[in-house]
């Protein structure tokens, strides 16, 4: 096993307001804070170069391409070959994100279900994670992987997990991963953080989703990914192990994952 000093951010968005108007400073920061990786995770196609700009001008920063589901609408033509072309770019190394949301339903149900197993194609096709969103949709989402993995293998992760031990157990068991994001850290998570105990320590991820959820003690403040930091350690003491060696699990879980990424060297920067 490689050792890895530093954490992953497996879930940032580096576009959008509140990051990108001091973009640099926010990455030199995480670097600072001791984050060796970041993920810049798209949901538009029509942003899709900024992820690419960001993940070229910066060596420790990779990207996704996809379209989130309260996208759905406003994107609905979403082709297959639309994702496969621009998951062809050297740094883009998921796809995604993606899912089902029924808290905001932004968009209508049909058009989420159709964008969410595009992007699984995709997934399929190219051997790259899906990143998936859900929220208030564990058994339509656990239906849908379920269904598709039928048709063919492919691997992914649910990202800033909120969902059931139902939702956790129903995906660990298709070979997903789950990424716990600073909501874990919060007073009235303890049913969360209960699960988060249960996921098996090959299977975890640790994210910011930044600008948004900013952990404890950063609440109410714009999320960084430097953030990840506390989220991680919270996890760390919530699960009885040392912080190195959540760092470590998690950092090596994030590139099983996520191979196409070729780790980079820390301290090289932009």
């Known amino acids: 096993m490689t050792q890895y000093g530093y954490i992953v951010d497996s879930h940032c968005h580096l576009n959008y307001k509140g990051l990108v108007e001091d973009q640099g400073a926010v990455i030199a920061r995480a670097r600072d804070a001791g984050v060796g990786c970041m993920l810049a995770i798209n949901t538009k196609l029509s942003e899709y ?10 060596d420790d920063v990779f990207g996704t391409v996809g379209i989130h589901p309260h996208e759905a609408e406003n994107e609905p033509d979403v082709a297959l070959d639309a994702l496969l072309s621009r998951a062809a770019h050297p740094k ?24 969410f197993r595009a992007h699984i194609a ?44 139902f939702l956790a157990d129903s995906v660990l ?13 919060f007073k009235n998570a303890k049913e969360l ?54 760092q470590q699990t998690t950092t090596e879980n994030f590139y099983n994952l996520f191979n196409k990424v070729t780790p980079p060297t820390v301290g090289a920067g932009a």
């Open 92 to 115: 883009i190394v998921g796809i995604g994100e993606t899912g089902l949301d029924y808290f905001y339903d932004n968009a209508p149900r049909d058009m989420q279900k159709i964008n």
């Open 49 to 58: 170069q900024e992820i690419v700009d960001i993940v070229e001008n910066h």
């Open 122 to 165: 995709a997934a399929r096709e190219t051997g790259l994670p899906v990143i998936v969103h859900t929220r208030d949709a564990d058994q339509d989402c656990v239906k849908i992987i379920q269904g598709e993995m039928e048709k063919g293998a492919f691997t992914g992760v649910i990202h800033c997990f909120t969902a059931s031990q």
């Open 193 to 246: 953080q209960e699960i988060v105990k249960t996921i098996p320590e090959n299977r975890l991820l640790v994210e910011t989703d930044a600008p948004f959820l900013a952990p404890v003690p950063h609440r109410g403040k714009t999320c960084e990914p430097a953030f990840v930091m506390d989220t991680a350690r919270f996890v760390a003491d919530l699960r009885g192990v040392e912080f190195d060696t959540l």
């Open 173 to 185: 068991k298709m070979g997903f991963y789950i990424s716990i994001s600073g909501i874990a850290t």
